[in-house]
């Protein structure tokens, strides 16, 4: 069924993000819908970012593009940049192998639901988080001296 | 600049379709998103479908997973099992190679805002519309005889 079915498809707050890192996460609810969906080709989730959440740490990816749909609420986009409102109807476009680290924090006090899709290969792929002692690669997290955490990467 | 500006992004009712299967598109306005933000492992259009208009001929992808997003307004989705009434909110996925022709139409009296995104190689991509006597692949247009129309596929 091409329509998706959004309430029939679980939801979880899970984060693969070790400690002290995950808390900042626990307000973002998702729901992963290439799986159930059959895209193999592409990555989407639809995201509720309850008040005060973090869509994640801020991050940038080596190996995959990233496309952000706004569909209701608002957040304050963070980048390299410095902070930008963004609101239901807007997109937000993170080209792979742009090192500007960004993520969407809810500062409203209604939720914020967005839809992210990411194309290109997750088991090539790996990012830095600037502003936090943690990189990723397609295995899971390091400190950026190397030494690994022990948290891995939710599929 | 992660958050795209779209109005300043051109927009433009053109096709490659052959006639006279062009003119059921000429009210989708549509602008192409990921050449401006710099995307290269997905596509991403942002459209307007005024009333009247159809989104494609109706068709489908051996090669590209599509997923549409719809910001505003309502359409109808026409696929093999029927037709279905989407709108705002609503999330619409067709995996690469599953043979479900498929297109919105929209039946109402104000536009249907949508954003499509496609993953996938382009150029190894094909596919079918079942209701016309046409096929696509990368260099663009034939009969189901295998006799090209002249028309070639836009980027």
Known sequence: ??????????????????????????GRWYRRLAPVA????MGASHVTLLPGAFSSQRHWHRGQDEL????????????DAGETPVGRGDILAFPAGEANGHHLHNRSD??????????????ADSGEYPDIDMVFDAAGYARKDGTRYEARRLP
């Not at 059959?38 to 080709?41: A, N, S, V």
């Not at 939720?111 to 997750?122: D, L, T, W």
Request: a negative charge; glycine letters at 8%; hydrophobic letters at 45%.
């Open 110 to 123: 209604t939720p914020c639901v967005f839809v992210a899709i990411s194309a290109g290969a997750r088991e």
């Open 68 to 79: 952000v749909v706004i569909l209701d609420g608002e957040a304050v986009l963070i980048d």
């Open 38 to 41: 059959g895209l193999t080709l």
């Open 1 to 26: 069924m091409p329509k998706l079915d959004l309430a029939s498809i679980p939801h979880t707050n899970a984060t693969g993000y070790p400690p002290p890192f995950d808390t900042a996460v626990e």
